[in-house]
């Protein structure tokens, strides 16, 4: 009987990863191997169903440790790499660049250096078969105007934040290892992530926690800002899809199709909630919505052209913006003790040590 191989995902505690992790265990037969450092934003709490899963193995450690790199790909000689790993929220990069470069930049190359490393070691099927699918994001392009096209695979980069800068770089070095060394990659980049297990630092579950605590919504600038939205299970079927069907060294683009301004998403969250929370003391919740400074370099618009990945893959997300945020929503009301636990001390202490300001910065 062949045996089968696990994957190896990095970041596989963050919220991305850790939906995929289970997306992955639920629908496919290989094994998983889990690489996380276990930041403020990692929460193995949310991977708590798979502890004595005999399928699911969880190793804490930094992808920037290119000894543990080589040493977990040579014990668990894995099929693929998925690498979701990265420091990614756009306003701590602002305030605190350093962490962003370490992590998206050399912890990038260390996996590429080790990945590459072991790829020379495998022969026939296996060294067919081996990929390294780099997980990117929308934000390496830039900004758009309210009438340019979305971006697409061939868009030039244009990174205006910190965060992204440190993205886009990563991305040129899954590139190079591909042309220059013949590593077997694939690069998708996604639109706005949302959805089950969102740390809330991020504008969907910052708004949902805030707005049940009657706490003001901040809504930076004029909230006209455009995102396409993307539930998060339809970016995990999306990454399953390219690692299967990919062509190797290949981009492709994974949006939502749904392009809503910030203003009109805490809109939306705030009639959701008047509807499933009735009894809620701050109904109407829109009347918490606070106009604040907009932060530094605010990008004004991001949509992704998503036909690529549906003509060659046959991929296409299959919640609306609608349908996917009701979800996130009722989520949210049903699991308040997994916000509770991700919003301890433990939060606040290692965003002050780390970046030496509060989360009401934020």
Not at 48 to 62: I, M
Not at 116 to 130: D, P, S
Not at 131 to 136: A, N
Request: net charge negative; with cysteine; proline share 6%.
């Amino acid at each position: 009987m062949t045996e089968i191989k696990p994957i190896l995902v990095t970041g596989g505690a963050g919220f991305i990863g850790s939906n995929f992790v289970l997306d992955w265990i639920e629908t496919e037969s290989s094994p998983v191997i889990n690489l996380d450092k276990l930041t403020y934003a990692g929460n193995p709490l949310t991977l708590a169903s798979l502890e004595n899963n005999p399928r699911y193995t969880f190793v804490h450690g930094d992808i920037c440790d290119g000894e543990l790199v080589a040493d977990l790909l040579e014990r668990h000689r894995p099929q693929a790499i998925v690498h979701f790993a990265a420091e990614s929220h756009v306003d701590r990069s602002i305030l605190g660049p350093e962490a962003f470069l370490k992590t998206n930049i050399d912890g990038t190359f260390q996996l590429l250096r080790g990945a590459l490393a072991f790829y020379r070691t495998l022969e026939g099927e296996e060294k067919e078969n081996f990929r390294f699918h780099h997980v990117s994001t929308d934000e390496v392009f830039g900004t758009l105007k309210t009438e340019d096209p979305a971006f697409h695979e061939e868009t030039p980069y244009a990174p205006n934040s910190p965060y992204a800068a440190s993205k886009a770089a990563s991305d040129h070095l899954v590139r190079a290892w591909h042309h220059t060394y013949g590593l077997p990659t694939l690069m998708t980049n996604c639109s706005n992530n949302y959805g089950p297990y969102h740390f809330p630092e991020k504008l969907i579950p910052l708004m949902i926690t805030h707005a049940l605590e009657g706490k003001p919504l901040p809504v930076y600038g004029d909230g006209l800002q455009v995102r396409d939205w993307l539930y998060v299970k339809d970016h995990c079927s999306a990454i399953r899809t390219v690692l299967a069907n990919g062509t190797v060294g290949e981009t492709y683009n994974i949006g939502g199709c749904n392009q809503r301004t910030n203003l009109e998403v805490v809109t939306f969250l705030c009639e959701l909630l008047d509807e499933l929370v009735p009894k809620s003391a701050f109904r109407p919740h829109r009347q918490l919505i606070r106009f604040v400074t907009d932060r530094p370099g605010h990008d004004r618009r991001y949509a992704i052209d998503a036909r690529k990945v549906e003509r060659e893959l046959g991929w296409k997300p299959a919640e609306s913006f609608e349908t996917g945020l009701r979800k996130t929503v009722e989520w949210y009301l049903a699991n308040k003790t997994w916000t509770e636990n991700v919003t301890s001390g433990v939060y606040k202490q290692w965003i002050e040590k780390n970046y030496g300001f509060r989360k009401a910065e934020l």
